[in-house]
C-alpha cells in the first residue's frame, strides 16, 4: 500500500511539475510581449517628439518667411545711389545672415525656372508665352528638409493658340 501512495505521489509531483513549467512558459512569453511592447512604444514616443520638434520649427520658420519677403523687397527697390550706403548694406547683411540660419536649419528655396510643377509652384496668374513655363516669380518658394513648406507663386506661359482655344470655349 505504501508503494501506491509513492507512485501516486510522484505522478501528482510530475503533474505539478509540468503544470509549473507550464506557468513559467506562459510568464516568460508574457515578459517577452511586454518588453517588446514597451520597446516599441519608446520608438513610438521618440518619433513623436521628433515630429513634434520638425512641426513647430516648420511654424516658426513659416512665420518668419513673410519678414524674410519684405527685406528681400526692399533691397531690390533700391537705386543705384543708395546701395553704396551704410543701412542698405546693413539690411543686406541681415538678409544674408537670416538667409544662412534658416539654411542651416533645413530651409532650401524651391527652383522656379522652366517647367510648372504644381508639386512645388502656385499658379497666381497666366500669360502669353511658352505653354506650362515659369515666365515670373511673385513670391519664392521654400521647402524644408524635402517638404514643401511654401510653394513658389509663380507665373506661367501659355500660347495665344491655347488661349484662343479657350475663349472660343467660354463663348458656347
Do not use: C
Not at 512604444?41 to 521618440?46: A, D, N, T, Y
Not at 546701395?83 to 537670416?98: I, Q, R
Not at 502656385?122 to 524635402?146: C, F, P, S
Amino acid at each position: 500500500m505504501k508503494r501506491l501512495g509513492f507512485k501516486n505521489m510522484a505522478k501528482k509531483q510530475d503533474t505539478k511539475i509540468a503544470e509549473l513549467e507550464t506557468k513559467i512558459a506562459e510568464l516568460d512569453n508574457q515578459l517577452k510581449r511586454a518588453v517588446a511592447d514597451y520597446r516599441n512604444l519608446e520608438s513610438r514616443v521618440s518619433q513623436g517628439r521628433s515630429e513634434l520638434t520638425n512641426y513647430v520649427g516648420a511654424e516658426i520658420i513659416r512665420k518668419i518667411l513673410p519678414s524674410l519677403d519684405h527685406l528681400e523687397q526692399a533691397l531690390t527697390g533700391v537705386s543705384d545711389t543708395e546701395k553704396s550706403s551704410g543701412w542698405f548694406k546693413g539690411v543686406e547683411l541681415a538678409v544674408k545672415e537670416l538667409n544662412g540660419v534658416l539654411a542651416s536649419e533645413g530651409l532650401g528655396q524651391i527652383v522656379a525656372d522652366g517647367q510648372f510643377d504644381p508639386n512645388l509652384h502656385e499658379a497666381v496668374d497666366t500669360q502669353e508665352g511658352e505653354d506650362n513655363m515659369i515666365l515670373k516669380v511673385t513670391r519664392k518658394g521654400y521647402n524644408l528638409n524635402g517638404k514643401v513648406l511654401r510653394p513658389a507663386q509663380v507665373v506661367v506661359g501659355k500660347s495665344s493658340f491655347a488661349k484662343a482655344s479657350e475663349d472660343e470655349k467660354g463663348e458656347n
